[in-house]
T-cell receptor, first 117, second 110 residues
């Protein structure tokens, strides 16, 4: 059973360009989450999606950032007009359907390391 | 405000020297506390889920425990391959919002 897959693993962009990060969840998982990790800082939640729906985007900057999880294909995190401060590791996680009062663990991909020149 | 604090920030142990990592949390209504291990340049690797005070989970040299305010990750007779950053996380106010601590960087010397 393949784990969470992310590509590319490394992405270099110049200021003002667009970055597209892709995430394929584990088989059977219908929930996808995106997190950002800055050097010396903890993982910060960005957005939570189910197929064709954004459930919670409270951690995502209002401008330049968007996310989608279409009916077919991977989830995409899109950053428009990147700036140097966007340089970070971006992790995707997935979990199975939530049932009951407790919540399931999230399984993480290897991350995409974005460098903005 | 929901919060997770891990201590110490860094821990150096000799091989075989047992110790514990602490995770203190403040959250309204715990819906799961999670421990992950993260190696440099990699994504977090899931270790344990704890749901209620008094619960314990074990895996090889690791044992996680939970109280109403904190969790401990006990490492018994660690080996150099246990060197990594250990992350603690809880679900926050919204359904998908995992709140992470900054982690404890563990180094085990042979």
């Amino acid at each position: 059973n393949a784990g969470v897959m992310q590509n590319p693993r490394h992405l270099v962009r110049r200021r003002g360009q667009e970055a597209r990060l892709r995430c394929s969840p584990m088989k059977g998982h219908s929930h996808v989450y995106w997190y950002r990790q800055l050097p010396e800082e903890g993982l910060k939640f960005m957005v939570y999606l189910q197929k064709e729906n954004i459930i919670d985007e409270s951690g995502m900057p209002k401008e330049r950032f968007s996310a989608e999880f279409p009916k077919e294909g991977p989830s995409i995190l899109r950053i428009q007009q990147v700036v140097r401060g966007d340089s970070a590791a971006y992790f995707c996680a997935s979990s199975p359907l939530i049932a009951g009062g407790n919540y399931n663990e999230q399984f993480f991909g290897p991350g995409t390391r974005l460098t903005v020149l | 405000e929901d919060q997770v604090t891990q201590s110490p920030e860094a821990l150096r142990l000799q091989e075989g020297e047992s110790s514990s990592l602490n995770c203190s949390y403040t959250v309204s209504g715990l819906r799961g506390l999670f421990w992950y291990r993260q190696d440099p340049g990699k994504g977090p690797e899931f270790l344990f889920t704890l749901y209620s005070a008094g619960e314990e989970k074990e895996k090889e040299r690791l044992k996680a425990t939970l109280t109403k305010k904190e969790s401990f990750l006990h490492i018994t007779a660690p080996k150099p391959e246990d060197s990594a950053t250990y992350l603690c996380a809880v679900y926050g106010g919204s359904q998908g919002n995992l709140i992470f601590g900054k982690g404890t960087k563990l180094s085990v010397k042979p």
